[in-house]
Nanobody, 119 residues
Framework: QVQLVESGGGLVQPGGSLRLSCAASRIRFSINDMGWYRQAPGNERERVAVITSGGTTNYADSVKGRFTISRDNAKKTVYLQMNSLKPEDTAVYYC?????????????WGQGTQVTVSS
């Protein structure tokens, strides 16, 4: 339903910061929620942070106080500012966009960007 392209991943030392971006295009239906999920090797994909079209945010307990999600509706872009990174934050981070049409939920996913926190 939506094409999502992530950028901003990479290698960072513990305590460092990274900013992920996700730009949406080819939008067929208006986007409601946008969010970031992550998946580490051997683990299930988990929700990191979500932001509604109105700007309400929700965070996983493991990232509260360290990560900030924001959204520029005009640019159709969502950001994830990650501070005080820990080795356990290492994962592939995926952007997600949700559209709701006639009561049906449509999820779109980006290709993922690797974040590695290591000294």
């Amino acid at each position: 339903q939506v094409q999502l392209v992530e950028s901003g991943g990479g290698l960072v030392q513990p305590g460092g910061s990274l900013r992920l971006s996700c730009a949406a295009s080819r939008i067929r239906f208006s986007i409601n929620d946008m969010g970031w999920y992550r998946q580490a090797p051997g683990n299930e994909r988990e929700r990191v942070a979500v932001i509604t079209s109105g700007g309400t945010t929700n965070y996983a307990d493991s990232v509260k106080g360290r990560f900030t999600i924001s959204r520029d509706n005009a640019k159709k872009t969502v950001y994830l500012q990650m501070n005080s990174l820990k080795p356990e934050d290492t994962a592939v981070y995926y952007c997600n966009a949700v559209s709701v049409v006639a009561g049906m939920r449509y999820d779109s996913w980006g290709q993922g960007t690797q974040v590695t926190v290591s000294s």
